[in-house]
């Protein structure tokens, strides 16, 4: 039995953003020889996300519409006198800062249509931490 | 430590339905033959999610008019010029397709008052696939 | 490889209440004396979560006014015949009864401005049950 740990670093350009991080992270799973266990993936930030769906261009916008729409600046927050980021904050709350998905035969056990994002939601930042964990044998 | 991997499959007849599993996961604990450890519940789809509450008859229709209202299709997003189920993908997401609960003396540490659901958000489906896996000593 | 398993007991005094637990979670990782590995915190309720964000008071309050406007009671669930608390299972059931958090070099992989709460949605309760699991080396 194996824990592997390893970081990534995101750069977002834009005030929120999906960058799809599928690629790091299985390669997070094949660095780590384990072939059955489980990979966590972890946002280190509190305005931001991670979330699992398909990468298709117009479904990317419609995740960072939906995003806007439900966690609306400008609705008077409390947290806005101090930073003018309590929107970014509420979604990230409640989306939740990490996955965990089942490793198997060497691989994520991702269904054809999953893809892993980091979901920037307070951007653009540079830096932006994303722990990826392997644990298993 | 072991790893155990398991899978069902789950066939729904409705759009939207839920479908306890809890006994299909409890049922994966006891033949893992571990102790103490993790079970990771994952859905391989992007139109579902695994979500934990009460199994009762009103609120699990609470729960999947709950998803309809906050996840509307007819709001003209960008992916129902492919697919039409944007909204599906969108609940998806923001829900999430996995669950991890602890294990303790060979059961899993649901409460009295949690069962663990497959949420389906785009039926009538045929085959969905949820691993269920065990991790522990 | 080890699992460790521990319970913290919380009493809510207020109808929704956030209670930061980063320092119970913190201690239950120490005294674990695992380096490297995961820690699972599982609230065994269906009407509360486990969220991660920043501990700022106003924010705090952005946090449970979000979580009131977005899962209203009065909207004639079902559920409400029978126990008058569906906004909370539903708020529960949509936010998540858990949180995985890396552990590395003996601490959890909180990024600076990360606080560990639990999220009270039909409280005053007293005795709420978290499981503090720690697994790996």
């Known amino acids: 039995m194996n824990v592997k740990l390893g970081e990534i670093r995101i750069d977002t350009i834009n005030q929120k953003e999906l960058v799809d991080i599928t690629g790091e992270v299985s390669k997070g799973v094949t660095k780590s020889e384990i072939n059955n266990g489980i990979c966590v993936v972890y946002s280190m930030h509190s305005t931001s996300a991670i979330i699992i769906n398909e990468n298709e261009a117009g479904l990317r916008e419609d995740i960072l519409k939906k995003a806007s729409d439900d966690f609306c600046s400008g609705s008077s927050w409390q947290h806005d006198r101090i930073d003018d980021n309590a929107a970014a ?49």
């Open 89 to 137: 904050h509420l979604a990230a709350a409640f989306t939740g800062p990490s996955v965990v998905i089942p490793v198997k035969n060497g691989s994520l056990t991702l269904g054809m249509w999953q893809s892993v994002f980091f979901l920037e939601l307070d951007g653009p930042r540079s830096g932006r931490r994303v722990v990826i964990e392997v644990i298993g044998e």
